[in-house]
């Protein structure tokens, strides 16, 4: 297995926490995590960037606005307008990485983010793996997803675990992986300016942050959008429409499996993803 390697890199306005593996190079896979109440690039993608860290040059950064990266005094209102700007500021962090072209790999937040980039700088990427992604129109609020836009009103570990509980579909097999995680996010969860970004991205009056068909379909890019069948958090129904919009999108849904398909089905995770790199798609 890699070692992770963790570096704070400060670019013209903010500063990322950023978790790597592998050896530098001008092409990257880029890991981007979702929304969850005090999440990190190593929470979400840990174990992934350690076996691939191995083969390929790995980068799961925590987002701006969460861990350890830059929390802006005056954040962006509503998730859209919070994603506009992660997109920008991560094209400035592969400038700063030296990285030109990026394999966008995203899990939930993260798979709208790497939308976000594709549409900005489409000529630097190569392929996007969207995973339980957020970004259709007119999806239904889960309670599962209430409870993670509403988490502040109970920011205890007990409801950390509730909702983390929601994100698998099997914990008999997960149990210790929860509760690890908890473990981990609590620290963050209590600090006020993780709670602010939090606050700000979940703006009740904010619109939604779907993408237009307009935008979805000059995406001409080879993707891959996963979803585990039995998500509770974003429906399945996202991926679906994403994978139906994008000209060059294959749908595959993983049965037996919640929001974490990277965590629940890992080895499935790794073979879909390098299948996709290696140009089988």
């Known amino acids: 297995m890699a070692i992770v390697n963790s570096t704070d890199v400060t670019l013209s306005e903010v500063t990322y926490r950023v978790h790597s593996t592998g050896e530098a190079s001008p092409t990257a ?23 691939l860290g191995e083969r390929y040059y790995c980068i799961a950064p925590d ?21 506009l700007l992660q997109a920008q500021t991560l094209w400035e962090l592969l400038d ?11 899990n939930s937040m993260g798979g709208m983010i790497s939308i976000r980039m594709a549409l900005s700088q489409p000529e630097r990427v190569e392929t996007m793996l969207l995973m339980g992604s957020g970004g259709a129109p007119d999806l239904p609020i889960t309670p599962g997803l209430q409870h993670l836009r509403t988490f502040y009103a109970d920011p205890t570990p007990d409801s950390l675990r509730a909702l983390l509980e929601s994100f698998v579909y099997d914990m008999d097999t ?3 992986v929860v509760d690890r995680v908890v473990t981990e996010r609590m620290p963050y969860i209590e ?6 970004s939090h606050a700000a991205m979940f703006d009740p009056k904010a619109g939604p942050p779907a993408f237009t068909d307009e935008e979805l379909t000059s995406l001409p890019h080879t993707t891959l959008c996963v979803h585990g069948r039995d998500d509770i958090i974003v429906p399945v129904e996202s991926s679906t429409y994403l994978a139906k919009t994008m000209p060059n999108a294959t749908l595959h849904i993983i049965p037996n499996s919640g929001h974490w398909t990277q965590i629940e089905a890992h080895d499935t995770f790794v073979f879909l993803l390098e299948s996709l790199i290696a140009g089988k798609f």
């Open 29 to 51: 896979l880029l890991f981007l995590h979702g929304s969850g109440p005090g999440a990190t690039g190593t929470s979400n993608w840990k174990a992934v960037i350690e076996e």
């Open 96 to 106: 700063k990485l030296g990285v030109d072209k990026v394999h966008l790999v995203g």
């Open 63 to 83: 987002m701006l606005g969460f861990g350890d990266s830059e929390h802006p005094e005056n954040p962006p209102s509503g998730m859209k307008a919070f994603n």
């Open 191 to 196: 600090r006020a300016d993780v709670k602010r």
């Open 174 to 176: 997960l149990t210790g």
